[in-house]
């Protein structure tokens, strides 16, 4: 388990929550263009009808992944509270410095996530 000094501690944790509010404020955008674009107008005909539901799906998809994106964030908090962070759930080995450099909410390790990944 890597062990941070108190400063780097609150150095994650504040590029986390930084991340966090950007992803919350993306959300919000999304769910509101969702909003707006769900208004059907009288006039609409068949493909426009067709255009809007499209569009709806790929917003709905948009603010799923930003949604999945916060729910990262929020682990990695969790997992530094816990004195968790930068440690694989999967096979318990360190995480390196420079993939959590990239990806600070990662929770696998590189060869944990490529096994994952080939199962899907």
Do not use: W
């Given at each position: ?80 509270d ?15 410095v ?22 899907h």
């Amino acid at each position: 388990m890597l062990v941070y000094p108190e400063t780097r501690t609150q150095d994650i944790r504040t590029a986390l929550l930084a991340r966090r509010d950007e992803l919350e404020a993306e959300y919000t955008g999304a769910v509101a263009e969702m909003t707006l674009a769900g208004a059907v107008d009288s006039g609409d005909d068949v493909a426009d009808l067709g255009t809007k539901a499209f569009n709806r799906e790929q917003e709905f998809a948009l603010a799923v992944s930003i949604r999945n994106r916060m729910e990262q964030v929020e682990r990695a908090l969790e997992r530094l509270d816990a004195g968790h962070y930068g440690t694989c759930e999967s096979c318990r080995q360190e995480i390196p410095v420079a993939r959590l450099a990239a990806f600070p909410s990662v929770t696998l390790c590189v060869g944990c996530k490529s096994r994952s990944e080939s199962r899907h």
